[in-house]
């Protein structure tokens, strides 16, 4: 029978992503999603609501009733930061995140007060908004809302300049309590939420993701961002983690259409219906490969595997982030059939076919590029003297990494460096990957060992997209070729002379 090796592999998991989410909830889940600690906080919170709640009927101007010893609301102290899961490994989902954002957020705009009659409201739900909008007090919302009838030509009262200058005081100590919870953070992901936190504050969240939040926008690439060379840069760039309910949900999806499909390897896809067959069905199940995915015969086919989907893993559906009901599947069906139609194209069209040596060799070098990028990331996250180099790293990107071509000997590569970057920059590159070296890829470490890299002096023809550099990290003689609209494109940064120091320690060899 078609796909049983895969089926047996994914039932497996299927029931060991069950008993892992039995033992969740027996454990709870607030406590695994939002952090540890909040189970007690939550239940100390709701004591207190209900203690002013029932104070405030019985006898409205009676003190209410402490709902814990010494004070109303006790110190619920710094949020822990996302739990950890029943593997040992950070939860590191982004409900998780958002969970844990709230939390800070809550804390910092609500401090302790000594009486019950200040009891902290509970957190929001996490959702795409900036928190900070959310937790404005409902006097300021209503100014805030009143203020927007006014013309834009007429000036602000002096009750709305009032309310202003108090929300920049907020926002200030709410800075402040930030910038505090985030230096005394003990892991790398809870500094990153913290981070974040401060770019939606100073107005960049809402730009930090892309249409319909799908990719979020790296604040620090932005060449409109005050760039300043910070020795206590924290890097918030790198691959993501994705969630793994979604994960195996793709793994279902591809699964029933290999079993729909009578393919155990998508190397060899069927050819498309024959003409007599005017619409697929579960039983006589095809792909028109010569069609669009949103075709009107493989919009059917996709429907077909969703609601197979949506019937035999309702549970996997319902846990799965970002999915909530049959639309979403479909979604994600038809992305599938999309990478499928791709895959025919590559397996029977001649043309598409001789260029599959090119793209093999393109998507390898870009995967090089990946990981070199990663490590220089990782490497400054490590070591703090590093962390002034890391906006750097972080600015230039992907796109700012100089890729590589594979030459006759196996595991050597000739470098291709980036013109525009001075040489300065490229040195500084050069030590990085050096330091990384020493520190993981010592004697002794696992792991595949890195890559010989050789500069031979080949130049990248690549297009060069990095913006907002400073002027001291590019090159003076492709400067000089650059006119003033040129320039003006690339938003450099001509306030910062750019200090290239690298700690010399960190690049010998340890004995």
């Known amino acids: 029978m078609p796909a049983v090796k895969n089926d047996r592999k994914l039932q497996k998991l299927l029931k060991e992503r069950a008993e892992k989410r039995v033992k969740v909830h027996t454990i ?32 409205p101007d009676a003190a209410p009733r402490p709902s814990g010893s010494g004070s109303g609301d006790p110190n619920p102290g710094p949020a822990s930061g996302p739990s950890h899961n029943l593997n040992g490994s950070e939860g590191l989902g982004r409900k998780a995140r958002e969970n844990f954002v709230n939390q800070t ?50 000036g602000l009262s002096d009750d709305e300049s009032e309310v202003n200058d108090e929300t920049n005081k907020r926002h200030a100590a709410l800075l402040k309590r930030l910038k505090e919870l985030y230096k005394r953070q003990p892991t790398k992901e809870m500094k990153e939420a913290v981070f974040s936190l401060l770019e939606e504050l100073t107005g960049n969240g809402a730009a930090s993701q892309g249409p319909g939040g799908s990719k979020r926008k790296n604040h620090n690439r932005d060449p409109k961002s005050e760039w300043v060379q910070d020795n206590d840069f924290v890097v918030t760039d790198g691959p993501q983690r994705r969630d793994e309910d979604r994960v195996l949900l793709s793994a279902c999806i591809r699964l029933i259409i290999d079993e729909l499909l009578n393919v155990n390897d998508t190397n060899r896809l069927p050819p498309g219906p024959p003409p007599e067959v005017a619409a697929p069905t579960a039983a006589a199940f095809y792909l028109k490969w010569d069609e669009s995915q949103k075709s009107e015969f493989n919009a059917t086919a996709a429907r077909i595997v969703a609601k197979r989907v949506v019937d035999d893993y309702s549970e996997l559906v319902k846990c799965a982030e970002g999915v909530e009901d049959i639309d979403d599947v479909f979604d994600l069906v038809t992305e599938h059939i999309k990478y499928l139609r791709t895959c025919f194209r590559r397996q029977n069209v001649p043309k598409v076919t001789a260029k599959e040596p090119q793209r093999h060799r393109s998507t390898n070098a870009t995967s090089r590029k990946h990981t070199l990028y990663k490590h220089r990331l ?95 990290c590019m090159d003076p003689a492709w400067l000089a070729k650059l006119t003033d609209v040129q320039k003006e494109l690339f938003r450099f940064n001509e306030k910062l002379v750019y200090d290239f120091s690298f700690p010399v320690e960190l690049l010998e060899t340890p004995e």
């Open 105 to 154: 957020l809550h804390e910092a705009t609500y401090p302790t007060n000594t009486g019950p009659e200040h009891a902290q409201p509970a957190p929001p739900e996490s959702t795409d908004e900036p928190f900070e909008e959310k937790s404005t007090s409902e006097d300021d919302t209503q100014a805030q809302s009143d203020s927007e009838d006014v013309p834009m030509n007429e």
């Open 28 to 59: 709870d889940l607030d406590e695994v999603t939002a952090g540890r600690g909040l189970k007690r906080r939550k239940r100390e919170h709701d004591k207190a609501k209900t203690a002013t709640k029932d104070a405030g009927k019985n006898a």
């Open 378 to 472: 990782k490497i400054i996250d490590a070591v703090p003297a590093l962390a002034r180099h890391g906006r750097l790293i972080e600015q230039l990107g992907i796109e700012g990494t100089s890729s590589d071509e594979e030459t006759a000997r196996k595991g050597t590569y000739h470098v291709k460096r980036k013109k525009q970057l001075s040489s300065k920059v490229q040195h500084l590159k050069k030590q990085l990957d050096q330091a990384y070296a020493i520190r993981y890829k010592g004697p002794g470490s696992k792991g595949s060992q890195l890559r010989r890299r050789i500069d031979t002096g080949l130049v990248s023809t690549r297009q060069f997209k990095v913006t907002g550099l400073p002027l001291s």
